[in-house]
């Protein structure tokens, strides 16, 4: 099956300070990738849809200056958390299609805590 | 509103015991489903989904679900459940048919006791 590579695992962060996440798809090109947040004991929001070489498409409430996303490559979308506060302290996780009308497979996931 | 409703939070059944989650949908045309299984503190695993034709899809670990139309339903079954079963599971609908862009439900965390 398709794997997704989720780096770091876990990170914790100073408030203030931005932190990077990198998602990978690897043995796979991957033209889409999702970010998702999720917070204890809730469900996956989406929040972002990000696609090779364009722009991601936030949902509705996501900031995209807070949230910066990066699709640089086939195999490669990048999540910045800028100037982190402790309520963006969450569960990230990335997703990554080939092509359309198949499933997404997902990483699994980055803990983030911003003290 | 188009919705993905779970409407057990938590449930808990005796290990042996069948199990059966439910996962209701609010959208006009019939999306692809899934149900995922996660673990605390992990990513999510694919257990089955449902893109079309049979009904009744067969997954991973002996889970079983059934799409049914009629009542915009998709439950999870599994027959005999094992300890290692315990888990947080989330149905998650696909609305645009186009792979990836998920909606999920809140949710319904599972206790297995002995």
């Known amino acids: 099956g398709a794997v997704v590579s989720q780096h770091p695992s876990r990170v914790i962060c100073k408030s203030g300070t931005s932190v990077k996440i990198e998602c990978r798809s690897l043995?796979?090109?991957?033209?889409?990738m999702f970010w998702y947040r999720q917070f204890p004991k809730k469900s996956l929001m989406l929040m972002a849809t990000?696609?090779?070489?364009?722009?991601?498409?936030?949902e509705q409430g996501v900031e995209k200056d807070k949230f910066l996303i990066n699709h640089a490559s086939l195999t490669l979308s990048t999540l910045t958390v800028t100037s982190a506060h402790p309520e963006d302290s969450s569960f990230y996780i990335c997703?990554?299609?080939?092509?359309?009308?198949?499933?997404?497979?997902f990483g699994q996931g980055t803990r983030l805590t911003v003290v | 509103a188009q919705s993905v409703t779970q409407p057990d939070i938590h449930i808990t059944v005796s290990e042996g015991a069948s199990l059966e989650l439910r996962c209701n949908y609010s959208?006009?045309?019939?999306?692809?489903l899934f149900w995922y299984v996660q673990s605390p503190g992990q990513g999510l695993q694919l257990l089955l989904k449902?893109?079309?034709?049979?009904?009744l899809v067969q997954g991973i670990k002996g889970f079983e679900a059934e799409f049914k139309r009629s009542q915009s339903s998709f439950n999870l079954r599994k027959p005999s459940v094992h300890w290692s079963d315990a888990a947080e599971y989330f149905c998650?609908?696909?609305?645009?048919?186009?792979?990836?862009?998920?909606?999920f439900g809140q949710g319904t965390e599972l206790s297995v006791k002995p």
């Open positions: 997703s990554a299609r080939v092509v359309p009308n198949t499933e997404a497979f």
């Open positions: 043995d796979f090109q991957a033209t889409t």
């Open positions: 990000s696609n090779e070489g364009s722009k991601a498409t936030y």
């Open positions: 959208y006009g045309a019939t999306p692809y």
């Open positions: 449902y893109l079309s034709g049979d009904t």
């Open positions: 998650a609908v696909d609305p645009y048919n186009q792979g990836g862009k998920l909606i």
